[in-house]
């Protein structure tokens, strides 16, 4: 039965079974499934639950990364489909860890939680400086700009960048949100971002909201 394709493909993200998950999602299109229902239904569900599984303090950092990777192995199969179907997504993302920093995990993280919201995400990398973002947000037209730093030394980044997209005024319909260790609510505030989020499972949430024009 479709459901319980569907339902399968739910349980392999959860579980973080990657190999599961591309098994099941073709399995799935070859039983009839749509792309959107397997990408809604069981890819972005299944991320759901393993959010609020996170928060709850049943899942950690570990169990989160390998779901993300398998929502990532199932979604590489479906995006042409999506692509074809005229599927839109949430918003787009452009996602960098601000220059200086080399650290990567918590950003890569957050951008796997955001593809398995919806989100198509633009990922720098490392060490970006002001003009790359300011350049990546010209090309791509994000309704999100978000930026990670792991050290102190590095925070101040943060806010030469956010100065610089202002400069190019590129910031017109795009929200930046910030996150990373040394962070806070009241750096986030000082800076003039808006949004902060302490871990990936709340950045995935804020984006949202931001998206959504809530606060």
Request: glycine share 10%; no cysteine; charged share 20%.
């Amino acid at each position: 039965m479709v459901d319980d394709h569907l339902q399968a493909v739910y349980d392999a993200v959860l579980h973080g079974e990657l190999e599961g998950a591309r098994d099941h999602v073709r399995q799935s299109l070859a039983a009839g499934t749509p792309a959107v229902s397997l990408l809604k239904g069981g890819l972005i569900a299944a991320m759901s639950e393993v959010g609020r599984l996170f928060e709850a303090g049943e899942y950690y950092v570990p169990e989160m990364l390998v779901a993300a990777r398998a929502m990532k192995g199932g979604l590489e199969i479906l995006r042409p489909l999506l692509i074809d179907s005229d599927v839109r997504p949430v918003g787009k993302v452009v996602i960098g860890t601000v220059a200086g920093d080399l650290h990567d995990i918590g950003k890569n993280l957050v951008a796997m939680l955001l593809e398995g919201a919806g989100f198509e995400v633009y990922d720098l990398g490392v060490d970006v400086s002001p003009q790359k973002f300011v350049e990546a947000v010209e090309q791509h037209r994000p309704e999100i700009v978000a930026m990670s730093a792991l050290l102190t030394t590095t925070m101040a980044q943060m806010e030469t960048t956010l100065d610089a997209l202002r400069r190019a005024e590129v910031l017109e319909n795009a929200r930046v949100m910030v996150g990373g260790a040394p962070l806070n609510q009241a750096f986030a505030d000082k800076i003039g971002a808006d949004g902060y989020a302490p871990d990936a499972s709340q950045a995935a949430t804020l984006a949202r909201h931001l998206v959504a024009g809530e606060s």
